[in-house]
């Protein structure tokens, strides 16, 4: 894997639900549950701050720097979301804080690069919730399938996410382990941790 450069305010969505915010996805709203505890690849606590617009019915997380360059994210609409797929979402936008995704050029959207950054933190998020959530495995497949079929995605890319995840949560250790991994494969480890 090549070595990526260091960037700013870089803006990572969950591909679900990234493609349309006209899009409902739920008319009923569900209680909104707390963040889970995140920390990025150089150990700064990553704060989570809601928002809701009126045009928002699709819930959406995305990871990022904010103008004070802390890292945040930002979860919009949750209301709109099943408390399990709020996790997810949660989880998979931590991932981009956990691997160095923000800190990195932003590859172009579709591109392998991104695509790959996507399922990275898909597989994060599901053995997190393997590890720590209450959610089961159905509860979030549920949700993401729900939410990809709402949002248009066609049922081959919906298949090729499942199969992804379902990889990671079956063959895959821990989250931590597979952090790790990631970090070293890309060199995150040696050039962006505490004391380097």
Do not use: W
């Amino acid at each position: 894997m090549r070595r990526l450069q260091p960037t700013y305010q870089v803006m990572c969505l969950a591909l679900v639900i990234m493609t349309s915010s006209s899009l409902t996805m739920a008319e009923a709203t569900h209680s909104v549950i707390a963040p889970p505890s995140c920390s990025n690849n150089q150990g700064e606590l990553v704060s989570f701050i809601s928002r809701s617009g009126l045009q928002g019915q699709v819930a959406a997380g995305m990871a990022n720097r904010d103008s004070d360059g802390n890292p945040v994210i930002y979860r919009m609409n949750y209301d709109k979301a099943t408390p399990a797929f709020q996790r997810f979402v949660d989880f998979h936008e931590c991932a981009h804080h956990q691997v160095g995704h923000i800190d990195q050029p932003h590859p172009p959207r579709n591109s392998f690069e991104h695509l790959m950054n996507e399922s990275i933190a898909d597989c994060v998020a599901i053995l997190r919730v393997r590890e720590e959530a209450k959610e089961t495995y159905a509860a979030v497949i549920d949700g993401l399938k729900t939410a990809m079929t709402r949002v248009g995605f066609p049922k081959i890319s919906t298949d090729s996410r499942l199969s992804n995840i379902t990889n990671c949560y079956d063959n895959y250790g821990s989250s931590a382990e597979f952090i790790e991994g990631v970090l070293n494969q890309s060199g995150a480890n040696e050039s962006t941790r505490p004391g380097n």
